[in-house]
């Protein structure tokens, strides 16, 4: 079975200051790993993915994630937050040696607090 | 390109009732899988359709069912609704490769009273 942690429900930064939302995941072989970011009243909005190759991975609006393998984890990050990156940030797994199609599986969600 | 739509955006049925949700996946994609978002749960996937098939399922009642159509249009299907399916439902397209990125629709957002 494939599982997401994301241990922070809730993550406080000011406008301009570098930010983390960490992502742990378990599968039984190899992952791939996706964010989404979702705002009010709207569906998801992909942000990246990892498949294979650079363990650092550039994504949309500045947003970047670190695979690390031995930590299993799939930390998102952003050099200077912005006050409009306020919104509920998902981390989803799919196992790739698991024949579940694309069946997602999230973690509960972090929701960040940019302030000005 | 167009993105995924759901129709309708908002919906409030009662228990009892049964409930039909639309999705239109992105030109050319042929994977289409459907999720419950509650604050409770979080999010869970329901199943997946591929090429009209359904590929895989999440673990709900059968009360929960859904199918695809030749141009992968695809709707779910709720009978007998309780209170607690009461959620946001939400509907993602891919290509249908297991490396492909899914993209997902605005929900339809279900109210059982």
């Known amino acids: 079975a494939q599982s997401v942690a994301q241990p922070e429900d809730q993550v406080n930064v000011a406008e301009g200051n570098p930010l983390t939302v960490k992502c742990t995941y378990s599968v039984s072989g190899n992952p791939y790993l996706f964010w989404y970011v979702q705002y009010p009243n709207r569906g998801l909005q992909f942000l990246l993915k990892?498949?294979?190759?650079?363990?650092l991975v550039k994504g949309s609006y500045g947003f970047e994630a670190e695979f690390n393998k031995s930590q299993t984890s799939f930390h998102l990050k952003k050099p200077s937050a912005l006050v409009s990156d306020s919104a509920l940030y998902f981390c989803?797994?799919?196992?790739?040696?698991?024949?579940?199609?694309?069946?997602?599986?999230f973690g509960g969600g972090t929701r960040l607090m940019v302030k000005p | 390109k167009a993105g995924v739509t759901q129709t309708p955006r908002y919906l409030i049925k009662t228990r009892g009732q049964q409930v039909t949700l639309s999705c239109s996946p992105i030109s050319g994609h042929r994977s289409v899988s459907w999720y419950q978002q509650t604050p409770g749960q979080g999010l869970q996937f329901l199943f997946e359709?591929?090429?009209?098939?359904?590929?895989n399922k999440g673990n709900f009642p059968g009360r929960f069912s859904g199918r695809q159509f030749s141009n992968s249009r695809s709707e779910m299907n709720v009978s007998t609704l309780e209170l607690g399916d009461s959620a946001l439902y939400l509907c993602a397209s891919s290509s249908g490769g297991n490396t492909d990125t899914q993209y997902f629709g605005p929900g339809t957002r279900l109210t059982v009273l």
């Open positions: 990892y498949i294979t190759g650079d363990n």
């Open positions: 989803a797994v799919r196992d790739m040696n698991n024949n579940a199609g694309n069946m997602l599986t």
């Open positions: 359709y591929f090429s009209e098939t359904q590929r």
